[in-house]
């Protein structure tokens, strides 16, 4: 289906606003998907957040210029799917992860902050834990001292417990071992 001008003119301004919030834009390769697998894909990125389109390849590159994302231009070329998303991660991993179970995806390439990342960097860059595994793993490690802290504390407070009552039960002992001498 052909577009008109003001189509275009509204395909590259949504395009080009998702871009302007965007960390990561990965571009695949979607040749011989069938419509069922890619509706599968379409849910799994709007589940993680991710702006996922088929775009004319002219538009796409016009909606990258001038911008951090515009070195991906050159490689808009053939059937691209792009996978936009505000998250540094979340694009990359969601088409990585298609790209595993379905063959006929194949990652061209990505850009992150201004990087281009070749097919080996977008699957590095999708092996990176979500932003909330980072964090749980941050606070785990913050929490390890204190807990250790308070171990250490309590064993300290159960060892003087038990060292206070033997004192305690031989000094009656004591005094009645004195008591019986005298």
Same mark, same amino acid.
């Given at each position: ?11 590259? #301004? ?5 871009? #302007?919030?965007?960390? !990561? ?65 979340? #694009? ?27 097919? #080996?960097?977008? !699957? ?25 802290? !308070? ?25 009645? !071992? ?5």
């Amino acid at each position: 289906m052909s577009l008109n001008l003001n189509d275009k003119k509204a395909v590259v #301004a949504e395009i080009s606003a998702k871009v #302007a919030s965007a960390q !990561t834009i990965v571009v695949a390769e979607y040749r011989g998907i069938q419509v069922g697998h890619l509706t599968q894909l379409r849910a799994k990125a709007r589940d993680q957040g991710v702006y996922l389109r088929v775009l004319k390849n002219t538009l796409a590159r016009r909606a990258v210029e001038g911008t951090a994302f515009a070195s991906l231009a050159s490689e808009m070329t053939g059937p691209l799917i792009y996978s936009i998303s505000d998250d540094a991660v979340a #694009a990359a991993k969601v088409i990585s992860d298609f790209s595993k179970t379905n063959d006929k995806l194949v990652v061209k390439a990505g850009n992150y902050a201004g990087k281009s990342l070749d097919k #080996a960097a977008v !699957t590095a860059l999708a092996n990176i834990p979500s932003r909330e595994v980072l964090l749980a793993q941050v606070l785990g490690m913050m929490l390890v001292p204190v807990a250790s802290f !308070t171990r250490g504390l309590a064993a300290l407070a159960a060892k003087k417990a038990e060292g206070a009552e033997p004192v305690a039960a031989a000094a009656p002992a004591a005094e009645s !071992t004195e008591a019986a001498a005298e």
